[in-house]
């Protein structure tokens, strides 16, 4: 198929975010049939790894930190939060970095769409694809279709799916 010959050979030639983008784009994209769906999922997410999650600046190049600067400061400047780029740094350090520090940054906002029918969450880096997630959302009162903005993050909490086994 015509749509795939572009990501193929970006692939073929390591242009991993050009890449990343380019199947990014055929996501939604209307009339992807469940098996091209499977090879894109099989495609997307470990690209998306190493694109975004890895250590490796294919986004943009390495950011260099200021005297004072906290890796706290850095995400909220790109809009991404801290808990990330400390992951991807493996930086835990609350404390301010040593000046000069490189650090990898991606460019946030992140966005989610909840696909109740397949209980899924898929989350996009700007238009980049970031990965899947399972979810269940309660009923009580029922979800309805809209925007909606996370505000926080709760730690520790416990969930339960329908038959009433923890999550």
Request: zero cysteines; charged letters at 25%; proline letters at 10%.
């Amino acid at each position: 198929d015509e749509a795939w010959k572009s990501p193929m050979g970006q692939l073929a030639n390591q242009h991993w975010a050009e890449a990343l983008l380019t199947l990014s784009l055929l996501y939604d994209k209307p009339g992807v049939t469940g098996q091209q769906r499977q090879r894109l999922v099989d495609l997307l997410d470990p690209l998306a790894g190493k694109v975004i999650y890895s250590t490796e600046h294919l986004l943009e190049p390495p950011y260099r930190s200021r005297p004072g600067e906290t890796l706290e400061q850095i995400a909220d400047s790109h809009q991404v939060p801290a808990a990330l780029l400390q992951n991807i740094n493996r930086l835990y350090d609350p404390q301010p970095l040593p000046p000069g520090t490189l650090v990898k940054v991606v460019r946030g906002p992140f966005r989610a769409e909840v696909q109740l029918d397949k209980e899924e969450l898929v989350l996009f880096l700007g238009k980049f694809y970031a990965g899947r997630f399972a979810v269940s959302v309660g009923n009580d009162p029922r979800p309805q279709p809209g925007e909606y903005r996370v505000v926080g993050k709760q730690q520790g909490r416990e969930y339960f799916a329908p038959d009433g086994s923890e999550v």
